[in-house]
Every structure is written in structure tokens, then in C-alpha cells.
């Protein structure tokens, strides 16, 4: 972090210098303008005590990045995306002789920051239980015919430790029952870091509700790696207490390992390993270990936390993985879902980070997610219950 702090600071004052022509444009008082490079002024103070001046993996550098991670995105965002229509104009004047900047683009682009201002506002204040379901059918040629219409509720990176509002996470759960699935997938990232984080939501937790059970696996998060412990004795006691709260609110944790699902006198393979991830993050899972003893013949879903898993280890597999659901990437809890466009910044570090993807025949759905951490808030990328329906593709002759 330390090292990208320069290049954050030439971005957020070269953005805000620019966007300060159409302030300057429009308004023409010396207080404003005081408290305009007053708030940057703020935010770059509190920048720098987060990286120099604060403990790492504290309590207070947590809540100082909390609010940062707000407040930067409540006034960088609106005027970042609203600079297009001074570039436009830019150029425009580039061939016209630099006359001075017209009232109606100034308008323009203060009037989008304006409307993108509150967007960003509703993401930081309600966003965090905006909860979406969304609804994927995916198709398979050797699905098992008694499962035909099989459905999946899945959730992943719950992030307990961020939850503030009982109110508005028993909404989302009361939205995952509601699917009425076979079975309840949880993909990882129960915790933030510690399995106390837990202990308020057991009993919310523990309602979910799946006729064929409810089936778990660690994410990177879960194993405790991302806080100073004591002794190592104590994060080890730790991820023992997190493998028994996920039994103590129902859910089947699977580690390096493979269970049958019986329906109608057929069955399909669950597999769930341990995180495996790319990027720095540890790679503890083990499908080879998983997978030992399924027949190859066997219809097979995989839950990996993080989606890097399934192009690094999963589509190389000598195993043919029908279906792999993962988590991880929060789809950056920051981005745009309209009309079928998808964008997030996410995207530039994850090739797989939100939704359904095809390779040789192998489909990976990747979840938003449950929960959120770090900003206290999501922006365009709501927080998801996934309803996944398998079907018996026809085969034609």
C-alpha cells in the first residue's frame, strides 16, 4: 500500500484538479472553494495515518479504512465518471482555439456527479443488504434423470465479522430459504478473522433450511492468516472453533473431500476443498485428495472459494468437474450491472469474477456474495443468493 500511495495521490488530485474547472465555472465563492480541497486535504491526512501511523491488522486501522474507503469513493467516483464530458469539450476546443469552457457542459458534469453522489451514498448506506437472487439454469447432457430440476441456493463470503444490522441480514437469509432449494452450497469466508465474529449469528443461521442438507468449505479468510495471534497454538484453536460453529448452525464442511447425493435411486458427486487461490493467497486445497475414490463417470460439483482454483487446478483435472461454485471476489462490492453490460475493476485481477462461465465443457459460477468487507457498503454489485437449476440436456441423434 505504501508504495502505490504516491500514484493515489497524483490520480485523486489530478482528477479533482480537473473536475475543479467545472466547479470553478459555475461557482464563484472563495468558502466553497476552501471546503472543496479541505475535503481532499482530510482524506489524504487519514490516508497517511492508516499506512504510517496505525497499528496494522488493528482494530482502529480497520475503522479508519472503513470510513476511508467511503468517503473516497462518495467524492472520487461521481467525478471521476462524470470527466467525459470535459474531455469532450477538451477537444472540442482544442480545434476551436481554447475558447473558455461553456456554462451548459460545466452544468452537465456537476449534474452527473450529482446524481452519481447519491448512488454512491444509497450503495455505503443501504447497499450492504441490497439483496438480488439471481436465477441461472445451466444444462448438462449426462445430468443423472432423477436430477432434472435439481435445484442449488447458493451464498458465499458471509464476512460475519462486518455485520452490524440483525434486521437486515435476517433479510437476506430470510431470502435464501425462500429459494426453497435442494440444498444450501456455502462457498467460504464465514468470518473476517476469528470465529467469535460468529457467535451473535449462530442462532440466524442455524434457520436455513435444505431438504438434502446444507454443505460447506473454508475460504481464505476462515484459517485466520490475516491477524497477529498470540501463539500459534491459539490460531489453531481458533479454526477448530470455526469448524465447529459451521457444524453448530448445520452446515457439512467439507475439507479435501466428496459426498454422494442420493435422488431417486441415482446420485451426484459434492466435492468441496479446502481455499486454493492464486495472487499470494495460501493454496491449502487438495482436489486430487478430493476427488480420490469418485468414479469417473460420476456427475460432479465442486465448491472452491476462490475462482482462480478453476482455471490453475479444476479444467486440468483428469476428472471431468460438471459444475464449480466459488466466491472471493465480492465482485469488488464496486460496479455496473445494466441491460447485460458488466464491469467491475475486479475484472482486471480475476478473469472469472461474477456469473456463469464455459470451458471444455466445464461451467464455474462465480457468486457476488453474501456479505461485504472493508467498505461497509456495495455500489451497483449487490449482494447475491444465487438459485442454480440443473437440467437434463436432450441429446440428439
Avoid at 2 to 8: G, N, S, T
Avoid at 24 to 44: E, P, T
Avoid at 150 to 158: E, G, N, R, S
Wanted: hydrophobic share 45%; aromatic share 14%.
Amino acid at each position: 500500500m505504501a508504495k502505490r500511495f504516491p500514484l493515489i495521490i497524483l490520480l485523486w488530485l489530478g482528477t479533482d484538479f480537473y473536475f475543479y474547472q467545472a466547479v470553478q465555472k459555475l461557482i464563484n465563492s472563495d468558502a466553497l472553494v476552501w471546503c472543496y480541497w479541505l475535503i481532499d486535504l482530510l482524506l489524504i491526512s487519514g490516508i497517511v495515518t492508516v499506512i504510517f501511523f496505525v497499528r496494522r491488522g488493528s482494530r482502529s486501522q480497520q475503522t479508519l479504512i472503513t470510513w476511508l474507503m467511503g468517503m473516497m469513493l462518495l467524492t472520487f467516483v461521481p467525478r471521476l465518471f462524470s470527466l467525459p464530458f470535459l474531455l469532450i469539450e477538451d477537444i472540442t476546443r482544442l480545434f476551436r482555439g481554447f475558447p473558455s469552457r461553456t456554462f451548459w457542459v460545466s452544468e452537465l458534469t456537476l449534474g452527473t456527479a450529482a446524481v452519481l453522489f447519491f448512488f454512491v451514498l444509497f450503495g455505503i448506506t443501504r447497499g450492504r443488504h441490497f439483496y438480488r437472487v439471481r436465477r441461472q439454469t445451466i444444462y448438462f447432457p449426462d445430468l443423472p434423470e432423477a436430477f432434472d430440476g435439481f435445484t442449488i441456493t447458493q451464498i458465499t463470503d458471509v464476512h460475519s465479522g462486518s455485520f452490524t444490522n440483525p434486521a437486515g441480514v435476517r433479510k437476506g437469509l430470510d431470502l435464501v430459504n425462500a429459494q426453497r432449494g435442494d440444498v444450501i452450497l456455502f462457498t467460504g469466508d464465514l468470518v473476517n478473522n476469528q470465529a467469535s465474529e460468529m457467535d451473535r449469528w449462530i442462532s440466524d443461521f442455524s434457520r436455513l433450511k435444505a431438504p438434502m442438507g446444507k454443505f460447506s468449505v473454508l475460504g481464505n479468510h476462515d484459517y485466520g492468516d490475516y491477524i497477529q495471534w498470540e501463539t500459534p497454538e491459539a490460531k489453531r484453536a481458533n479454526l477448530d472453533r470455526l469448524k465447529q460453529v459451521h457444524a453448530e448452525i448445520g452446515f457439512r464442511l467439507l475439507m479435501d473431500e466428496a459426498i454422494t447425493l442420493q435422488k431417486g435411486g441415482q446420485s451426484i458427486t459434492l466435492l468441496g476443498v479446502e481455499n486454493w487461490g492464486k495472487g499470494g493467497f495460501h493454496q491449502y486445497g487438495d482436489l486430487k485428495k478430493a476427488a480420490a475414490g469418485v468414479p469417473d463417470d460420476a456427475f460432479k460439483i465442486l465448491m472452491s472459494h476462490d475462482p482462480s482454483h478453476w482455471e490453475g487446478v479444476t479444467l486440468d483435472h483428469h476428472q471431468h468437474i460438471h459444475l464449480t461454485l466459488s466466491g472471493h471476489t465480492h465482485g469488488m462490492q464496486f460496479g455496473i450491472e445494466l441491460f447485460g453490460f458488466k464491469w467491475s475493476p475486479i475484472k482486471y485481477m480475476y478473469k472469472q469474477w461474477a456469473g456463469l462461465y464455459r470451458l471444455k465443457g466445464r461451467f464455474l459460477y462465480v457468486n457476488r456474495g453474501f456479505g461485504f468487507l472493508g467498505l461497509k457498503g456495495r455500489i451497483g454489485m449487490w449482494p447475491e443468493v444465487a438459485s442454480i437449476t440443473l437440467k437434463a440436456q436432450i441429446r440428439r441423434n
